[in-house]
């Protein structure tokens, strides 16, 4: 289970990440890396 102050880090990553991805796809960034990186992140994050 997560806790309040994991989850408010979370949401403060996840709309920063928003941002990112945002301006990669702005950017004809690949896709896919960032697909890559997301996931990595998402799993080595503890949960």
């Given at each position: 289970m997560v806790d309040?102050?994991?989850?408010?880090g979370l949401m403060r990553?996840?709309?920063a990440r928003m941002g990112l991805s945002i301006g990669l796809?702005?950017?004809?960034?690949?896709?896919?890396w960032h697909?890559?990186?997301?996931?990595?992140?998402?799993?080595a994050s503890p949960s």
């Open positions: 309040l102050k994991t989850l408010v990553f996840g709309s796809l702005h950017s004809n960034f690949s896709t896919n697909k890559e990186v997301v996931l990595t992140v998402i799993l």
